[in-house]
């Protein structure tokens, strides 16, 4: 564990469990994104002088314009990607600062992140290594086409918004499989895509707020 804001209080178990409180009150019931919530060390995905606000529910700035997805909508979008059932190989589309990917990778067999940004990407790298959180896989690219090369996925989640239902990005799903993302410019939803022998499901969920999906890589 790194020491350098230990001892204060806001890592504390207890910060913790009022946070995993707090996603029960909001609905959150699958107990082992509950406890991958749990685990997974929020403060040291975010700027120390933030620190102390990574168990609010709050989503918070992670530079170059981008934010860390408040608890409740990691949760969420990791309890429907599970639906109860035990994850293997999963992509994320936008990794940031890595916060959703360690979340993944409590909760799945093996996580495959991509992120355009290139500080971003070797921050997130680095703190996923340091974590040793190594079923965690983080590439630097534009990853709106996703990853075909390693396809199928028995999960995507995109954590930034698409204009629309991306197309092709279904294609590299598994039968059985689901895809979890934001679609939407001013008024976003989040969707849910299942894939089955008989083809594709769409599913409109709730009401959410990302960031958008950018082409190209910076
Ligand atoms: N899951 C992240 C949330 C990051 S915000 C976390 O836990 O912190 C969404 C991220 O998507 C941003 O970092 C943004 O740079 C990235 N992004 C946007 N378009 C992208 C693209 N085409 N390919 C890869 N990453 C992209």
């Known amino acids: 564990m790194n020491m350098r804001i230990t001892g204060i209080g806001m890592t504390s178990p207890r910060?913790?469990?009022?946070?995993?409180?707090?996603?029960?009150?909001q609905g959150i019931r699958d107990e082992a994104v509950l406890a991958a919530m749990y685990e997974v060390p929020r403060h040291l995905f975010v700027d120390e002088a933030l620190a102390s606000r990574a168990y609010d529910d709050v989503?918070?700035?992670?530079?170059f314009n981008q934010t860390i997805s408040q608890p409740y909508i990691v949760a969420r979008m990791t309890e429907i990607l599970r639906n109860g059932q035990p994850l293997g190989k999963v992509l994320e589309i936008g990794t940031g600062c890595g916060y959703q990917a360690a979340v993944l990778g409590q909760v799945?067999?093996?996580?495959?992140?991509?992120?355009?940004?290139?500080?971003l990407?070797?921050?997130a790298r680095k703190q996923l290594r340091?974590?040793?959180?190594?079923?965690?896989?983080?590439?630097?690219g534009d990853g709106g086409i996703g990853l075909p090369e390693l396809a199928p996925f028995d999960g995507i989640i995109m954590a930034c918004a698409a204009p629309t239902l991306a197309a092709g990005l279904r294609e590299q799903l598994a039968l059985g499989g689901r895809m979890v993302m934001p679609v939407g410019m001013q008024e976003?939803?989040?969707?849910?895509?299942?894939?089955?022998?008989?083809?594709?499901?769409?599913?409109?969920?709730?009401?959410?707020?990302f960031v958008p999906l950018l082409t190209g890589k910076a």
């Open 15 to 25: 910060t913790r469990l009022r946070m995993i409180e707090r996603l029960r009150e």
């Open 59 to 63: 989503s918070l700035p992670i530079n």
């Open 108 to 119: 799945a067999k093996e996580v495959q992140t991509i992120e355009r940004i290139q500080p």
């Open 121 to 123: 990407y070797e921050r």
């Open 130 to 140: 340091d974590l040793k959180m190594r079923n965690i896989s983080v590439r630097y």
């Open 188 to 209: 976003q939803w989040l969707y849910l895509v299942e894939r089955d022998k008989n083809g594709f499901r769409e599913t409109r969920l709730e009401p959410v707020k």
